[in-house]
């Protein structure tokens, strides 16, 4: 196992999953992965002083499972979990107007239950580097392009590839941004975008990055510096452009632009198979083309430096981005922000911000205020 993915899995351990002593990890993962799921399970292991369950999973359900890196038994349930997924190929599309919930998770289109319970353990999804993910990125890319992109993200060539002044950073800029109060907002951009907003009643900025009840942090995503809010969607009006490629049914989309009344997209511009493509998704929800949430992200970020991840996970934080459908639960602090969010089967996040975006809030009692400009969340 080379360098680049012991430094990966001592990512995975201390900085996503924040293993501690006593932990006992399970890691679900498919043959192609289960060297890196052992690496991983002797690393947890000078820890946790544990042993880790490796559950090695074909078409979708659980054919072993192996008590990994311990010397006897187990005898404790897992307290953290890891998926180590395989980057496959999206397929072919199916041919039907609706497809199943099964073929739009294929996509990584679905959205989440808006009622999602809180975690109450630990638990990561870490991408593992691969030519067919290489193959999606560029076609002469194979395996060393995507473990050259987790390189950038994660900093593994530096000797400070353990820091977490980012996470950090995001969370304190996570609680000034709530602490400001904002109700209103507009994004505007020289590229083709200008947005005027509501937030939704009972929601507050929200990022990645989870604390459990007992204020145990993790990241789910291994890597977060996004920070995000849910949108009252009928109040979102005037338009915004694309600045950077995104995925939309395992087609690469460079370039979309749209028009937004009263929250709903009515009229957009785009290449031809995506149009065919963004009609199939308009067609999966009567809410689906509703704009639901607004992630920040700053352009210094290391997500932000790379142009496409083909994952929804990582493409959602660079720059400014706003998501179609469902939005995500974490920043639906009441009650009624589930009932009246925008609940969607499906989701789509569009990246629509660059180094001349210029977000700006309006607090309850009236007050502007810059949220974000020149790339940079900003510090009144």
Not at 113 to 118: F, S, Y
Request: with cysteine; hydrophobic share 35%.
């Amino acid at each position: 196992m080379n360098m680049l993915m012991e430094r990966y899995a001592d990512i995975i351990i201390n900085r996503a999953l924040s293993l501690t002593e006593g932990d006992v990890l399970s890691i679900n993962t498919e043959e192609e992965n289960i060297d890196f799921a052992h690496l991983i399970a002797r690393k947890a292991a000078e820890i946790t002083g544990n042993g880790s369950y490796i559950q090695n999973i074909e078409k979708g359900r659980v054919i072993s499972t192996e008590e990994a890196a311990s010397d006897y038994p187990i005898e404790k349930k897992p307290t953290a979990l890891l998926y180590l997924p395989v980057y496959r190929s999206f397929g072919k599309l199916s041919e039907e107007s609706l497809l199943s919930a099964a073929e739009i998770q294929r996509f990584r289109h679905l959205s989440e239950p808006l009622d999602n319970p809180e975690p109450s353990l630990p638990f990561v999804t870490a991408p593992v580097p691969s030519e067919e993910w290489g193959r999606i990125l560029d076609e002469e890319g194979g395996l060393r392009l995507s473990s050259s992109l987790i390189e950038a993200l994660l900093s593994l060539g530096e000797d400070s590839y353990m820091d977490e002044n980012e996470t950090d950073l995001i969370l304190y800029e996570r609680d000034r941004l709530n602490e400001l109060k904002i109700e209103k907002g507009r994004i505007a951009d020289e590229e083709g975008t200008d947005l005027t907003f509501s937030f939704l009643p009972g929601s507050e900025f929200a990022t990645t990055i989870h604390s459990l009840r007992n204020g145990r942090r993790f990241v789910p995503t291994v890597y977060a510096c996004d920070i995000f809010r849910a949108l009252n969607a009928g109040t979102v009006n005037g338009y915004f452009t694309s600045t950077r490629p995104f995925m939309l049914f395992g087609h690469i989309v460079h370039s979309f632009s749209a028009r937004v009344e009263n929250g709903k997209i009515t009229d957009y511009s785009t290449d031809e198979a995506s149009a065919v493509l963004f009609d199939l998704y308009l067609r999966q929800d009567e809410k689906a083309g509703y704009l639901s949430e607004v992630t920040l992200a700053e352009e210094s970020s290391a997500a932000s430096q790379i142009d496409f991840f083909a994952l929804p996970e990582w493409d959602r934080m660079r720059g400014i981005a706003i998501t179609l459908g469902g939005p995500r639960p974490e920043s639906l602090r009441t009650d009624d922000a589930r009932k009246t969010a925008n609940e969607s089967l499906v989701t789509l996040t569009i990246p629509i911000g660059s180094d001349t975006s210029l977000m700006t809030g309006w607090t309850e009692d009236g007050d502007e205020v810059t949220l974000m400009e020149d790339g940079f969340i900003k510090e009144e």
